[in-house]
């Protein structure tokens, strides 16, 4: 979520109204985890051989652009080669596996920021051979087709559902101190 310019409080005071929040919500919390399930199974996918998770966050580097959660991948080494549609897959597939799963708890627009982190990270691991943003949305949309393709299996929405379960227990909902 983005905090418009008219509403900005402190970022902590958010978070720790979103924690809140989020502890007297049980079924939003469990629509959150599966939001950040979707990124860590495509991230495995891509390669991650570990995930930090994060509570209720503001985004590194982005002001005012805050999460109900967050996931961070780790790969075996620094500047791992990772295709571009394997990354748009795990950056995307958030808010696809939300999408379809927990529709009642997605948002038009909430993959915004799912979006600006891919093409920001896309630009970083590729510099001057980085595609430009319209080919980087070409590869977004193919990306999400196939999350949207996977979904369609009964058991692959099993395993997002119960990687949902095993997610929301260790995202620190309660603390802004992540975990591993």
Known sequence: MIVPLGERRNPV???QATEIALA????????VALHEAGHVLYARRAGAIEIVYHGPLEYPGRPDDLGEAGVQPVFPYTGAHIPLLAM????????????VLAPSFWEDGEDGTDWDVFVEYANKLLAASCPANEQLR??????Q??????LRSPAFRREMWALAREVEKKIPWCSTTPTA
């Open 88 to 99: 748009a897959r795990w950056f995307s597939a958030g808010s696809v596996v939300k999408r």
């Open 138 to 143: 070409q590869y977004w949309v193919q990306a």
């Open 145 to 150: 087709q196939d999350v949207e393709r996977d």
């Open 24 to 31: 007297r919500d049980p079924p939003r919390r469990l629509a």
């Open 13 to 15: 005071d958010i978070i």
